[in-house]
């Protein structure tokens, strides 16, 4: 069974930090591109960061560039986004996914920026 459990949000006030994480099963971790992704109300969902097989690549969306940082761990199936300088419009539910067919989505964690 393929599960993508995402954990980590939380609220969080304007220039703080969060690590999100995205634990995976169910599927060869290590052979699969994976991406965060956003959604906040009102508005499509929209790519975050995606990072390679092996980690040796990676992009961001220009509005979280220089502060958000996706990394994996491929010995324990872990995706993470450590965001940083937190911004009140960086305030969406966040999923990872699966950048290989079939794709698969996890179910999200929420991030509130607020004071």
């Known amino acids: 069974q393929v599960q993508l459990v995402e954990s980590g949000g939380g609220l969080v006030q304007p220039g703080g930090s969060l690590r999100l994480s995205c634990a995976a099963s169910g599927f060869p971790f290590s052979n699969s591109a994976m991406s965060w992704y956003r959604q906040a109300p009102g508005k499509e969902r929209a790519l975050v960061a995606t990072?390679?097989?092996?980690?040796?690549?990676?992009n961001y969306a220009d509005s979280v560039k220089g502060r958000f940082t996706i990394s994996r761990d491929n010995a324990n199936n872990t995706v993470y986004l450590q965001m940083n300088s937190l911004k009140p419009e960086d305030t969406a539910m966040y999923y990872c996914?699966?950048?290989?067919?079939?794709?698969?989505w996890g179910q999200g964690t929420q991030v509130t920026v607020a004071s």
């Open positions: 996914k699966r950048e290989r067919w079939p794709s698969y």
């Open positions: 990072i390679t097989r092996t980690g040796d690549g990676t």
